[in-house]
């Protein structure tokens, strides 16, 4: 009888309920398991919306550049086409239609299954029209507007590029960027 006493005095109990005791598992209580969720949703919910920011950011950047190279390419092709003309698209500028290449295969579209042969780089669309032997236009739309980029990209003959912020096709008299 006395073990038994001994056994439940206010002493164990209290070891036992403050978790200092034998009594104490190992793990974690639920509203601490809850906690640790909420924070990592948190921080996940901040650190998103500035990655898929700068994403964008980087395609659109991107996507400026390959406008660029893109205008270079004809630039290069009429000066040294004679007599002078821009190509009839752009896989005129790639192999194996022209060696050296002005550009590479899959920025000239070349075995494209877009529409019109539009290359497809980091998101956005490139398509480019000849319009006459001494004009022509190229353009940059985000594939998906809004996901992989905001802006739209649109250059000719005269070396100036043009963006829009709207969800339609840049054009000449869009702000100028370059």
């Known amino acids: 009888m006395d073990a038994v006493l001994e056994d439940s005095s ?20 639920l509203v601490e398991m809850m ?26 950047s991107t996507a400026v550049a390959n406008v660029t190279t893109m205008r270079n390419a004809c630039q290069t092709y009429y000066s040294q086409k004679s007599p002078h003309a821009y190509p009839g698209d752009l896989t005129e500028l790639a192999l194996p239609k022209i ?11 070349v075995g494209s299954t877009n529409p019109g042969g539009a290359s497809e780089r980091e998101g956005y669309l490139f398509t480019y029209a000849k319009q006459t032997d001494d ?7 985000p594939k998906a507007y809004g996901l992989t980029g905001r802006k739209s990209f649109y250059s000719n003959q005269t070396s100036i590029i043009t963006a829009t912020t709207d969800d339609r096709s840049a054009t000449a008299n869009d702000p100028q960027i370059q």
């Open 99 to 109: 060696s050296p290449p002005y550009l590479d295969q899959g920025l000239a579209g």
């Open 10 to 29: 206010p002493c164990r109990f209290e070891e036992a309920m403050s978790g200092t005791g034998p009594r104490r598992r190992g793990g974690f209580t």
């Open 135 to 141: 004009a022509f236009e190229l353009e940059a739309r």
């Open 35 to 60: 906690v640790v969720v909420a924070v990592i949703a948190t921080i996940i919910a901040i650190a998103i919306p500035s990655f898929l920011t700068s994403r964008m950011q980087a395609n659109e």
